[in-house]
Nanobody, 122 residues
Framework: QVQLVESGGGLVQAGGSLRLSCAAS????????MGWYRQAPGKQLELVAS???????NYADSVQGRFTISRDNAKNTVYVQMNSLKPEDTAVYYC????????????????WGQGTQVTVSS
């Protein structure tokens, strides 16, 4: 069974920085892409950033230039460095893994972490 475990959330003042980590564990053969989504109160889930196994990245316009996503394929771990945080970045951040291949499942499937709270005070 594959599990995604996030860490690094917390409370920070506007302008500050946080680094989120997400480690995928289990019998994993490969992961096509990993990324971060977030959901603020009363708002829809939105993509923050994603990265493929060959390091191709994608960012939401709202975080471009402030957030940097990276990945350690050997450790099945994805990170997002969040700088110049704003109060509107406050949300629960969820780790996502797409196209996860395991020895026991015929088709690749996605997995989600449990979420970590990021709160940015003004």
């Amino acid at each position: 069974q594959v599990q995604l475990v996030e860490s690094g959330g917390g409370l920070v003042q506007a302008g500050g920085s946080l680094r989120l980590s997400c480690a995928a564990s289990g019998s994993i053969v490969s992961i096509k892409a990993m990324g971060w989504y977030r959901q603020a109160p009363g708002k829809q889930l939105e993509l923050v950033a994603s990265i493929t196994s060959d390091a191709s990245t994608n960012y939401a316009d709202s975080v471009q230039g402030r957030f940097t996503i990276s990945r350690d394929n050997a450790k099945n771990t994805v990170y997002v460095q969040m700088n110049s945080l704003k109060p509107e970045d406050t949300a629960v951040y969820y780790c996502n893994a797409q196209g996860v291949v395991t020895p026991t499942v015929l088709y690749p499937k996605p997995y989600w972490g449990q979420g970590t709270q990021v709160t940015v005070s003004s």
